[in-house]
């Protein structure tokens, strides 16, 4: 099956910092999503990015299908966007697949 | 449009209790499952269904059962309750095939004592 893998798996950064997060996958998808677990451990959906580059604010993101890998950048950090990072896409048989997360802390 | 609604948001149960976790949504999505995150680990799945009348195991099924009875609904029942099923239990729900957009409810936090 598809296997998707995160780097870093921790990130301690202080406010204001700016920030790359990869997300590699071992096959061709047609599906990839980043979402942010804060705190509180909601999931918030941040980006549905198969192919493509997008922007919301200071976060966007860019997923390169035919090299297998999205990245999500972070601007101007601040504490808020702390919380873990994950990578999530499809198998084939339509199960959804979770990267293991970056782990995010922003210090003030 | 609520997305995905899952029931109770917090829930303590005693050891030996059983107890249902619900979960609807009204986009009118084929494809539902159910996953656990227990501290600082990742989502695994537990069940998932494809339509109605059609489920199928996860990674870590034992001690849960599920039925899709309607397009809507995909309850998640704990048959007798342990404490190795403390966990945070969220449900998601897609369009079935290529290029689906997941989407995810809010979480059910369910401690067992």
């Known amino acids: 099956g598809i296997q998707v893998e995160q780097s870093p798996p921790d990130l301690i950064l202080q406010e204001g910092a700016n920030s790359t997060l990869r997300c590699n996958f071992s096959?061709?998808?047609?599906?990839l999503q980043w979402f942010h677990q804060n705190p509180w451990g909601q999931l918030i959906n941040l980006f549905y990015i198969p192919s493509g580059t997008k922007q919301n604010g200071r976060l966007s993101a860019t997923t390169v299908a035919t090299e297998r890998y999205s990245l999500l950048y972070i601007s101007s950090s601040q504490t808020t966007d702390s919380g873990v990072y994950f990578c999530v896409t499809y198998s084939s048989a339509s199960k959804i697949i979770f990267g293991s997360g970056t782990r995010l802390s922003i210090r003030p | 449009n609520a997305g995905v609604t899952q029931t109770p948001k917090f829930q303590v149960l005693k050891t030996g209790q059983s107890m249902t976790l619900q979960c609807a949504q009204d986009m009118n999505h084929e494809y539902m499952s159910w996953y656990r995150q227990d501290p600082g680990m990742g989502l695994r799945l537990i069940h998932y269904s494809v339509g109605a009348g059609i489920t199928d195991q996860g990674e870590v099924p034992n001690g849960y059962n599920v039925s899709r009875s309607t397009t809507e609904d995909f309850p998640l029942r704990l048959l007798s309750a342990a404490p190795s099923q403390t966990s945070v239990y969220f449900c998601?729900?897609?369009?079935?095939?290529?290029?689906?957009?997941?989407?995810f409810g809010q979480g059910t936090r369910l401690t067992v004592v």
């Open positions: 998601a729900s897609s369009y079935a095939g290529a290029g689906a957009e997941a989407f």
């Open positions: 096959d061709s998808v047609n599906n």
